[in-house]
Each structure stands twice: as C-alpha cells, then as structure tokens.
C-alpha cells in the first residue's frame, strides 16, 4: 500500500464513544473465544460467563442447542448470516438485535465467526448510531481484521481486501508498517494499544482510494474492539471498517446545502446573488467558479424563454460571479460586470440553448472545435490548470438566465455525478433567488414608473415662490414607496404646496398615491382652508379603505397616509398650513436661522382618528424665507432619534445667500452615509412678496351705480400698468363680477385687480354660498353673466373667506405689456 492509499485523521471522531456495536468471536464448534466490553455492556454478561461456553448460552431457553446447530450450519454454507435475533440479557429479559455473523479465515486456512449485534429497541428511542451499526442495519459490507497483543493480523475477512486492496496472504503475521505507510502505521499503534490497555471501543476515520475507484476519494470510518478471554485478559484487537463515503458526502452536501440557504440571495441585486453563488462553491465544490447571467437580466429584464434556442448567434453574458482559490485566475478575461462572449460550437453556448448541464471530468483543453475558436479562453483555462469541469444553466421556469461554471486545479479528484448533482441543487437555489429578484425588479421597475408619471415634472410656484424639489425612491430591499409632493398655483397669486406619504411600498402605494395627489389637486380647485381640504382628504381616504376592503381576500389593504398643506400669498405675505400626522415644516430666515415650526400634529389620514378636528396656523413670512416641506424618510431611521435627523436636515438649510438648488443637494448628501429604507421627498419655496404697485383695490358700495364706477376704476388702472388692450374685456368682467354681487351676493365689498404672472379681477362680497352658472333659456334677459365672465377669461372661480366669498376672474398678460 502506498502512501497515497491512506490519509488518517489527526483525531479520533470519539476516544471513548459509546459502543457503536456489540462483537464477539466464536470458534468452528460455536464456542465464544473472544468478548468485549461492549458486549458486556449490550447483554450484560462479563468475560468470564461466556468465554469458552456455547454462545447457545445467551440465546432464550426456548432455543434449544438443536436449533443453534442448525443456525451454525446455515451461516457455514452462506459463509455468514445477516437478519435479526432474540439474545438473552443476563437479567432474564430478551433484547431484539440486529446481528451479523461474519466469517474470518486464518493464515492455516481455519476460521472463526464474528458475531457482530446493535439493540434495534434503542433506535426506536431516538439514540443515534454509528457507522459500524448503520452498516449492520443496512447490510453493508464491512472489512474485518482481528490483531494479536503483538498487534500482528491472525484473522481476516475478505471484504476488507475490497477496501484497500491488501490480499489476506500479505496480511497474516505482520503488524501495520506492512499495509500502512509507516507514519500512519505508528498513529494507529498507539490506538490500538490504548484499547488493549482501556479495553473501550475507539473510532477512527481515514481516506483511501480503494483499487474499484481509483479516481474518487473515499472515506472510511475504522472501529477498534478489544477482544477479552475468560479472565479478561487482552486476546487482542478486531478493527471493524466501513465505507462511509456516502454518509460522508451526504453530510457534507446537507452542509453546503444549508450555507445556500444563508449566504444566496441575501440581496435583492442579481448581479449580487451571482457573486455569492461563486462565493459559496469555492472552495467547498470547485476551486473555481465563474457565473454568467445573459445580459438582459443584470438590468431587471426577464430573457425570453425561446432565447439562443432557434439563432445561431451566441447569446451575450455578463460575469456576475467569480471566485477561485488562485487569485491570478481573478484576473481572467472577462472580469466581473464586463460582457462574456462565448463561441457557439462550446459546451457553454450548449448549455445556453438547451437548458442542460454539462460534466467534462477530464478537460481536454487542446482539442475540439470550440477550443480552435475561442482560443483566448482555452488558453486561460490551460493556464489555470483545470482539468474538471462543470457547466450548470442557471434555470427559472421556462428561461435560463444564465450558466454557472464550476472547475478543479488543486483538488485533484475529478468532478463526478454527485458533484454535479450538488452544482444543480446549489444553481436550482440560487436561481430562484435571481427569479425573485426579477420579479421584484418588474415590479419595482412599474411602481417607479408610475410615481413618476404621476409626479410633478415641472413645478412652478408662479409670483408666489420660487421652488425646488428631490425625490429619492427607497433601496432596492424596501422597494418604491408612496411619497408625493405638489404645487398647485391656486388664485390671486397665492400658491398651495403639499407633501404626503403612503403607508407601505410597491405599485399599491404608488397607484394610492396617484389617487390621492388627485383628491388633493380636486380640493385644491375649491379653494379650501387647510384645515378644511385635510378633513375632506381624510373622508376620501377612509372611502377608499371602505372600497377596497373586499371579503374574498385574506388580508383587506388599508391605507393610510400623512399630508402637509400649506397656502402662501405673495400679496400679504401669510402663509396658513395644516398636517395630518406628517413631520412639521422648517422655515430657514434670509439670515440662515431654521425653525422647526409647532404646528399641531393631526391624526393621519384614513386611520378613523379624525374625531379631533385638524388645525391651522397662519403666520407672515418675510421675503425670501425658505420653506421646508419633506418626507419622514429624509430624518428618521431605525438607528437614531428624528431629532438628530431633524438637527441634520436644519444645519443643511442654515446657508443663507445660497440656491435652492445648493440647499436641496446638502440636504440630500445626508442620506449618503445610509441606505434609505423610505422614500425621501423634499421640497423647498423661496417666497416671494408682491409690490404695492403690483395691486390695486377698492372698497364699493351696494348700489347698482357702483358698477360703472368699478368699470372705470379698472379701466384706469390698467392704462396704468400699461395693459391697454385688456380695458374692454375686464371692464365687462368687472361689470358682470359687481352686478352679481349686488344682486346675488348680499352686495359687493370690495374690487382688487393683482397683476402678476396674469392679471387677476377679484370681487368679495358677504354672501355664503358658491355662485354657480344659469343656463337661461332664449328669451331670458338675465342668467348669462358667468357665462360671459367665462368666455373672457382663461379661467375663473370662487373661494370662501371667514366673512363671504371672493369670486375671481384672470385674464392672460399682452406680450406688450411692461414690466412693473
């Protein structure tokens, strides 16, 4: 035997384990001329009780020594027995074993018999056993040999030859340096005269290569006994070795097995989970791996399932994973995240197309056709010194998404069946990893698609403020949420702007969002106090928790969202807002003082908390204050307080003479150090304040004389402003605003024209109610005032105020007209 027969472990698996199994040997005539502790232990009689007596002795008494003769006939004509037996406990009870009778032959062609047993009772309460009992539970075969004190071999069985390759004629009278090298024949020495001196079991593994599979490794588990005669004396010692080569393997496969189900897929980025697959099989399976993902999928996009199956054309791949324990062959190439172009007639395009996997044992790299064409690969392949390989396609349904390949250089052992059997349950995990992650992809691909459409584009604060706004969607693990903002230019120069979020994430946020930026917009047109328009938002949320909840699914979607809305008007400066459960505005002075405004909380929307009615607070704003509407996801985080978030996101904003545009990207920058698991929203308004001369009103009375007066102050006003060629269509404006005042409206109170980025009309009056437009019939001389208010304006309305209404009417500035 030479040295590459044998690897003995350094350690035993136990120096003192409890029996594995029970033996005992019996002589020709059935006489026990060996015993064990271990036998001692399973059936309780010692030494001396059965050594030299019929081993009839511990069968039941029913078991008469005819039978026993008749067994021992048997196991001499099949040249042993394998089956289970009743043996008698030395206390009277019966134990059911499991027993094997082997046969040993002696160098003078006698033999003995070894009677190996296990208690099948103390499986059934869950004991574990050893390889030597599975062996004797499976049947398989088991190498025997028995040692002398002077640890010379005296008796044999013939499977053990089987195992290394020794004839039993080599065997008989030498010690161990005649069958083992020498290093490993002294380790063993000294085990086996530890059990000659304990008498215990000990358990020892080692690894060959046994003359039937020159070419894969085996693992062996070898169990010494030490066998006593009748006074207890040492006779010597039987070795008992099995095969556990595939008890071995299949722990080792469960092992890697279960690091996949930790280490794959940790993220939702395939280009990630590609790396981590290399990762895993180097060097557990392979000393190389390399994992190529076609080059749609790296982008979110799913191939199709006829891809590379009907072209010629080789599919292009991109290196998403790759590992070795030679750090040289990193540097191969295609390095990762660069695109693989492999040659068409390779075992690689093969896998490509036909969705199966490929296992050279013995690489050839110096002939067939795809090593004549994609040279530049084979000679990588050549230098790196692999000679196995395995080409695995990376499989979700009915697509393949890429290959995974797998090579030996330093592990000499040629890849075979079971390796890639492992390869194809590692790739089957990993891959739906990667399906995951595209179908996350897609949709997390939709939901950003659809909150950008539904998002403003282009946000203008008018003559109001001047504006500037981020959107942050959340990291690829917590996927788009439901955060939107908003300017609505609203009249009279004033301007509405809005900040919400969504409670969850995905495209049902998005589309909820969508939904609600409407309602907002729609509200909005109705030129509703804050307080007001959140109180109807939350009736039209909680409405759609009231449609959406539908029995047949097991979990009805509720939704739930947080808002902030604020009105701004240029011409007094005051700014009035409300919140509903959202983080409170900051208001950064032209000096760089930030304030974090204390403006009520409110109950989120849709939740069914709105019993207490939400809260306005109005305050002035001097020109050129920066206000700061934003999401929760700009300041809070799971590890620290909204504070520390808030006091970020303040000395951010403390840079006074600096752009919008600056103080959005150093509010931004905050989030650099972090992954946002949220949306993060910010919108900054510079205000703005009208000039005096930019306005005009006057106070009018109830008479139906003030019309021609409100016609001429207007009139006069805008020859004023330059804006001409709008007298005649505003003094009709203003005549039809003053006449239904008068009439409809409790009587006029007061005219302001504001010429800004249009020129607005306004009439107030103390009247309640909305006006709304008549439809008069043809020979009705009354009811088409707003109809003509309508045609000669770009739009009009009216808004409620504490003491009446203000009906309003613009009018688009002349290209002429001048500045003011």
Same mark, same amino acid.
């Given at each position: 035997?030479?040295?590459?027969?044998?690897?003995?472990?350094?350690?035993?698996?136990?120096?003192?384990?409890?029996?594995?199994?029970?033996?005992?040997?019996?002589?020709?005539?059935?006489?026990?001329?060996?015993?064990?502790?271990?036998?001692?232990?399973?059936?309780?009689?010692?030494?001396?009780?059965?050594?030299?007596?019929?081993?009839?002795?511990?069968?039941?008494?029913?078991?008469?020594?005819?039978?026993?003769?008749?067994?021992?006939?048997?196991?001499?004509?099949?040249? &042993?027995?394998?089956?289970?037996?009743?043996?008698?406990?030395?206390?009277?009870?019966?134990?059911?074993?499991?027993?094997?009778?082997?046969?040993?032959?002696?160098?003078?062609?006698?033999?003995?018999?070894?009677?190996?047993?296990?208690?099948?009772?103390?499986?059934?309460?869950?004991?574990?056993?050893?390889?030597?009992?599975?062996?004797?539970?499976?049947?398989?075969?088991?190498?025997?040999?028995?040692?002398?004190?002077?640890?010379?071999?005296?008796?044999?069985?013939?499977?053990?030859?089987?195992?290394?390759?020794?004839?039993?004629?080599?065997?008989?009278?030498?010690?161990?340096?005649?069958?083992?090298?020498?290093?490993?024949?002294?380790?063993?020495?000294?085990?086996?005269?530890?059990?000659?001196?304990?008498?215990?079991?000990?358990?020892?593994?080692?690894?060959?290569?046994?003359?039937?599979?020159?070419?894969?490794?085996?693992?062996?588990?070898?169990?010494?006994?030490?066998?006593?005669?009748?006074?207890?004396?040492?006779?010597?010692?039987?070795?008992?070795?099995?095969?556990?080569? &595939?008890?071995?393997?299949?722990?080792?496969?469960?092992?890697?097995?279960?690091?996949?189900?930790?280490?794959?897929?940790?993220?939702?980025?395939?280009?990630?989970?590609?790396?981590?697959?290399?990762?895993?099989?180097?060097?557990?399976?392979?000393?190389?791996?390399?994992?190529?993902?076609?080059?749609?999928?790296?982008?979110?996009?799913?191939?199709?399932?006829?891809?590379?199956?009907?072209?010629?054309?080789?599919?292009?791949?991109?290196?998403?994973?790759?590992?070795?324990?030679?750090?040289?062959?990193?540097?191969?190439?295609?390095?990762?995240?660069?695109?693989?172009?492999?040659?068409?007639?390779?075992?690689?395009?093969?896998?490509?197309?036909?969705?199966?996997?490929?296992?050279?044992?013995?690489?050839?790299?110096?002939?067939?056709?795809?090593?004549?064409?994609?040279?530049?690969?084979?000679?990588?392949?050549?230098?790196? &010194?692999?000679?196995?390989?395995?080409?695995?396609?990376?499989?979700?349904?009915?697509?393949?998404?890429?290959?995974?390949?797998?090579?030996?250089?330093?592990?000499?052992?040629?890849?075979?069946?079971?390796?890639?059997?492992?390869?194809?349950?590692?790739?089957?995990?990993?891959?739906?990893?990667?399906?995951?992650?595209?179908?996350?992809?897609?949709?997390?691909?939709?939901?950003?698609?659809?909150?950008?459409?539904?998002?403003?584009?282009?946000?203008?604060?008018?003559?109001?403020?001047?504006?500037?706004?981020?959107?942050?969607?959340?990291?690829?693990?917590?996927?788009?949420?439901?955060?939107?903002?908003?300017?609505?230019?609203?009249?009279?120069?004033?301007?509405?702007?809005?900040?919400?979020?969504?409670?969850?994430?995905?495209?049902?946020?998005?589309?909820?969002?969508?939904?609600?930026?409407?309602?907002?917009?729609?509200?909005?047109?109705?030129?509703?106090?804050?307080?007001?328009?959140?109180?109807?938002?939350?009736?039209?949320?909680?409405?759609?928790?009231?449609?959406?909840?539908?029995?047949?699914?097991?979990?009805?979607?509720?939704?739930?969202?947080?808002?902030?809305?604020?009105?701004?008007?240029?011409?007094?400066?005051?700014?009035?807002?409300?919140?509903?459960?959202?983080?409170?505005?900051?208001?950064?002075?032209?000096?760089?003082?930030?304030?974090?405004?204390?403006?009520?909380?409110?109950?989120?929307?849709?939740?069914?908390?709105?019993?207490?009615?939400?809260?306005?607070?109005?305050?002035?704003?001097?020109?050129?204050?920066?206000?700061?509407?934003?999401?929760?996801?700009?300041?809070?985080?799971?590890?620290?307080?909204?504070?520390?978030?808030?006091?970020?996101?303040?000395?951010?904003?403390?840079?006074?003479?600096?752009?919008?545009?600056?103080?959005?990207?150093?509010?931004?920058?905050?989030?650099?150090?972090?992954?946002?698991?949220?949306?993060?929203?910010?919108?900054?308004?510079?205000?703005?304040?009208?000039?005096?001369?930019?306005?005009?009103?006057?106070?009018?009375?109830?008479?139906?004389?003030?019309?021609?007066?409100?016609?001429?102050?207007?009139?006069?006003?805008?020859?004023?402003?330059?804006?001409?060629?709008?007298?005649?269509?505003?003094?009709?404006?203003?005549?039809?605003?003053?006449?239904?005042?008068?009439?409809?409206?409790?009587?006029?109170?007061?005219?302001?024209?504001?010429?800004?980025?249009?020129?607005?009309?306004?009439?107030?009056?103390?009247?309640?109610?909305?006006?709304?437009?008549?439809?008069?019939?043809?020979?009705?001389?009354?009811?088409?005032?707003?109809?003509?208010?309508?045609?000669?304006?770009?739009?009009?309305?009216?808004?409620?105020?504490?003491?009446?209404?203000?009906?309003?009417?613009?009018?688009?500035?002349?290209?002429?007209?001048?500045?003011?």
């Amino acid at each position: 035997m030479t040295n590459t027969d044998h690897s003995l472990l350094a350690e035993p698996v136990g120096p003192r384990e409890l029996p594995d199994a029970a033996i005992a040997v019996i002589d020709a005539k059935g006489t026990v001329v060996g015993w064990t502790h271990a036998a001692q232990q399973l059936v309780g009689y010692s030494a001396g009780e059965v050594v030299g007596r019929s081993a009839a002795h511990v069968l039941p008494p029913p078991e008469d020594a005819r039978r026993a003769s008749a067994f021992a006939e048997l196991c001499r004509a099949q040249g &042993g027995w394998s089956g289970t037996a009743a043996i008698r406990h030395r206390d009277g009870h019966t134990l059911r074993m499991m027993l094997r009778v082997s046969l040993l032959r002696g160098q003078d062609a006698g033999t003995r018999w070894l009677v190996s047993v296990t208690d099948i009772d103390s499986l059934s309460s869950g004991t574990t056993g050893g390889p030597v009992r599975e062996s004797l539970l499976a049947r398989a075969p088991i190498g025997i040999v028995v040692y002398d004190p002077q640890l010379r071999c005296v008796w044999v069985n013939d499977a053990l030859e089987r195992h290394d390759g020794v004839p039993r004629h080599r065997r008989f009278g030498h010690g161990l340096k005649d069958s083992l090298p020498a290093v490993e024949a002294e380790a063993l020495k000294v085990v086996m005269r530890q059990v000659l001196e304990s008498g215990t079991t000990t358990v020892h593994e080692y690894r060959a290569w046994p003359p039937a599979d020159r070419r894969r490794e085996h693992a062996f588990s070898a169990s010494f006994f030490c066998l006593q005669g009748a006074d207890g004396t040492p006779l010597g010692v039987c070795s008992m070795t099995v095969d556990v080569t &595939g008890n071995r393997r299949a722990r080792e496969r469960l092992a890697i097995l279960s690091e996949a189900g930790t280490h794959i897929g940790s993220t939702l980025d395939v280009m990630r989970t590609g790396q981590e697959l290399a990762e895993l099989a180097v060097p557990l399976l392979a000393d190389h791996a390399l994992v190529d993902l076609v080059e749609s999928v790296p982008f979110g996009v799913e191939p199709s399932a006829r891809t590379g199956r009907t072209s010629d054309r080789p599919q292009l791949m991109r290196r998403a994973g790759v590992a070795s324990v030679d750090l040289g062959v990193l540097e191969s190439p295609w390095v990762r995240e660069e695109v693989v172009h492999a040659h068409p007639d390779s075992p690689f395009s093969a896998a490509l197309r036909t969705g199966r996997s490929y296992l050279e044992p013995v690489l050839d790299t110096h002939a067939g056709p795809w090593v004549d064409h994609d040279p530049v690969r084979a000679q990588r392949v050549r230098e790196s &010194g692999v000679h196995s390989l395995m080409v695995v396609p990376v499989r979700a349904r009915r697509c393949v998404l890429g290959l995974a390949l797998f090579g030996r250089s330093v592990e000499q052992t040629p890849f075979q069946e079971d390796d890639l059997l492992l390869a194809e349950e590692l790739v089957t995990r990993a891959a739906l990893c990667l399906d995951n992650a595209l179908q996350y992809a897609r949709e997390r691909t939709a939901a950003l698609t659809l909150q950008r459409d539904l998002l403003p584009h282009h946000v203008r604060g008018g003559a109001a403020v001047e504006i500037a706004s981020r959107y942050v969607p959340a990291d690829m693990d917590h996927g788009v949420g439901g955060d939107w903002f908003d300017v609505i230019e609203l009249s009279g120069a004033r301007v509405a702007l809005v900040v919400g979020d969504v409670v969850g994430h995905g495209i049902n946020a998005a589309a909820t969002m969508g939904r609600l930026r409407t309602a907002v917009r729609t509200l909005a047109d109705l030129d509703l106090p804050p307080d007001e328009l959140l109180a109807h938002l939350d009736d039209t949320v909680r409405r759609l928790n009231d449609e959406d909840a539908d029995v047949s699914e097991p979990v009805p979607a509720v939704v739930g969202a947080t808002c902030l809305y604020a009105v701004y008007d240029p011409v007094t400066r005051r700014c009035t807002m409300a919140r509903a459960g959202h983080p409170p505005p900051l208001i950064a002075d032209a000096q760089g003082r930030v304030t974090i405004l204390d403006l009520p909380a409110g109950a989120p929307l849709g939740l069914g908390l709105g019993l207490v009615p939400f809260e306005c607070v109005e305050l002035e704003l001097p020109e050129g204050s920066v206000l700061a509407l934003y999401s929760d996801g700009l300041v809070e985080s799971r590890d620290e307080d909204i504070d520390i978030g808030l006091q970020r996101l303040s000395t951010a904003l403390a840079k006074p003479g600096a752009s919008l545009e600056d103080l959005c990207s150093r509010a931004m920058e905050t989030l650099a150090a972090r992954a946002s698991a949220d949306d993060v929203t910010l919108l900054l308004a510079r205000t703005r304040a009208l000039r005096p001369a930019q306005v005009a009103s006057w106070d009018l009375d109830n008479e139906l004389i003030t019309v021609p007066t409100a016609r001429h102050l207007a009139a006069l006003q805008l020859r004023q402003w330059g804006l001409e060629p709008l007298v005649t269509s505003v003094e009709s404006v203003v005549s039809e605003l003053v006449t239904n005042a008068i009439r409809h409206g409790g009587g006029p109170r007061r005219l302001r024209l504001i010429q800004h980025r249009v020129l607005t009309c306004e009439v107030s009056d103390i009247n309640t109610g909305q006006p709304r437009p008549r439809h008069p019939g043809t020979l009705d001389e009354h009811g088409r005032g707003l109809y003509l208010v309508a045609r000669l304006s770009r739009r009009w309305g009216s808004r409620s105020t504490a003491d009446g209404n203000v009906v309003w009417a613009e009018q688009d500035l002349p290209s002429i007209a001048g500045a003011i």
